[in-house]
């Protein structure tokens, strides 16, 4: 069964880091692309970076470029999002998805085939 698990969330100052984990089972990096997405309160579910299959290319949503880091372990089978600068607007729930390469776009959660449960982030100011 595929399975990812989101972690790593927490409390933090505004101006403060974490790293999210997600920690997958059941498909390999080789053919799957894995992304973030998080859901602010009352807000729509959005996309945050994806890394695609062979942990290759790396993209990010505008609102956390040059902020947070995408990567991943192989011999871990984690995909992790190093997220630093946090801002009060970064709070909400993370998620990590997973998709068959080539048949997603990642900033549509619709196109993402599976979920983990989401890990919250509250970012104080």
């Known amino acids: 069964d595929v399975q990812l698990q989101a972690s790593g969330g927490g409390l933090v100052q505004a101006g403060g880091s974490l790293r999210l984990s997600c920690a997958c089972s059941?498909?390999?990096?080789?053919?799957?692309?894995v992304g973030w997405f998080r859901q602010a309160p009352g807000k729509e579910r959005q996309g945050v970076s994806y890394?695609?299959?062979?942990?290759?290319?790396?993209d990010y949503a505008d609102f956390v470029k040059g902020r947070f880091t995408i990567s991943g372990d192989n011999a871990k089978n984690t995909v992790y999002l190093q997220m630093t600068s946090l801002k009060p607007e970064d709070t909400g729930v993370y998620y990590c998805?997973?998709?068959?390469?080539?048949?997603?776009?990642?900033?549509?959660?619709?196109?993402?085939?599976?979920w983990g449960k989401g890990t919250q982030v509250t970012v104080s100011s």
């Open positions: 998805a997973a998709a068959l390469e080539g048949d997603y776009n990642p900033w549509e959660e619709q196109t993402m085939d599976y």
């Open positions: 890394i695609s299959a062979g942990l290759g290319s790396t």
């Open positions: 059941g498909f390999s990096f080789d053919d799957y692309a």
